[in-house]
Structures are given as C-alpha cells and as structure tokens.
C-alpha cells in the first residue's frame, strides 16, 4: 500500500536541499569583512546613468509639484474672486430692497415738489437728505422728459400719438425709475410720444 501523506518522488530523483546564500557583509564568527562580499558591494554602486534617471524623476517631481500648487493658487484665486462677487451681490441686492421701501416717501416728496409744496418747508431739507443719501450708495434715477423711449428702463403707461413726432419719445414721467449700477431697481413710468398714424 502506497503512503499518500509523503509521496516519494518518481524515478531516481533525490529530494534537494534548500540553497541559503548567506549576504551578510561581515562573517558573523570571525567578524570579518568577507572577500567576496566586498567585491559584490563595488558592483551595486550607482552609475552615472542612474544618477541621471534619478535626477530626470526628481526634476519631473519637482515639476509635478510645482504645477500642483501653481493650479491649487489659481483655484485659491478663483474662490476669492468668486466669494468677493458673490458678497458685492449680497451687497447691491440688501441695498436696493432698502431703497425700494423707501422709494414710496420719495415719490410722495416729489409729487409735493412738482406741486411746490416743498419750498421753504423742513420737508425740502429731508427731501434733499434722501437724495444724497441714494447718490452716496450709487442711486440714479432714471426717465426724463424728451429721452428716447427705451423698454429696458421704461414702462409705458400711455401711448401719445403726436403728428411730426419721427420716434418714440418720453412725454411725462408719472413716477421716476431709478438704478443700482447697471442693475435696475425700478423702471420709470412714463408716457410716450409715438408718432401718429395718417
């Protein structure tokens, strides 16, 4: 009967011993440096082409690196740039809902005005007050008589056909506009001169 547990190799093959090659530099009995141990060492040195290949990688690291913190800076300078736009736009957008609340009293103050109610009263001082006030925060009104029609800025309350009128103009402002910038914070009411049908 066969032993299955340690199968003997076939034919007249002899079981090998495992080869151990003892590297260590210095013999560990005598504490000399070994001859042929020494010879081996001169042999792994680094040649020139080495160097040069580790130089190339390291330049190309360095490269690498360089480009990896050169687009993290201009990242960095995006967000700041974005972050300043985004908070100059919270900025005009708080401005103008406060002007729009007080865009009613201004109205009121110019209809006393154009009545003359104004002149010589403490309300002219509170009047000019409030215009320099939207002046300073960079509040222009908009929609002045003889100025050319333009939709962006106006809204035509009434069309006023006019014979010998070549475009369309403004009439009458019925309530002023006014403007944050390039943003508009309300169109100018106004009436328009159209030029008449024959």
């Known amino acids: 009967m066969a032993d299955t547990k340690n199968p003997q190799p076939e034919g007249d093959e002899e079981p090998q011993e495992p080869l151990f090659t003892d590297k260590r530099r210095v013999d560990p009995d005598t504490g000399d440096v070994r001859p042929e141990v020494a010879d081996d060492a001169t042999s792994g040195d680094i040649t020139e082409e080495d160097l040069a290949l580790l130089q190339d990688a390291e330049r190309d690291l360095v490269a690498e690196y360089r480009d990896r913190a050169a687009r993290a800076e201009a990242e960095l300078q995006n967000f700041r740039t974005r972050v300043e736009r985004d908070r100059q736009a919270n900025r005009e957008t708080v401005i103008a809902e406060v002007i729009r609340s007080l865009l009613p009293v201004m109205d009121d ?43 962006a800025i106006h809204e035509a309350m009434v069309r006023l056909p006019e014979a010998g009128a070549t475009g369309e103009t403004v009439a009458e402002v019925i309530e002023g506009g006014y403007t944050l910038g390039e943003r508009l914070i309300r169109p100018a009411k106004v009436a328009v001169k159209v030029p008449a049908d024959d």
């Open 109 to 151: 103050l110019d209809r006393a005005e154009a009545h003359g109610d104004l002149a010589g009263t403490p309300l002219e001082l509170v009047a000019q007050k409030l215009r320099s006030g939207f002046e300073r925060y960079g509040i222009k009104p908009v929609g002045e008589v003889g100025e050319g029609f333009d939709p």
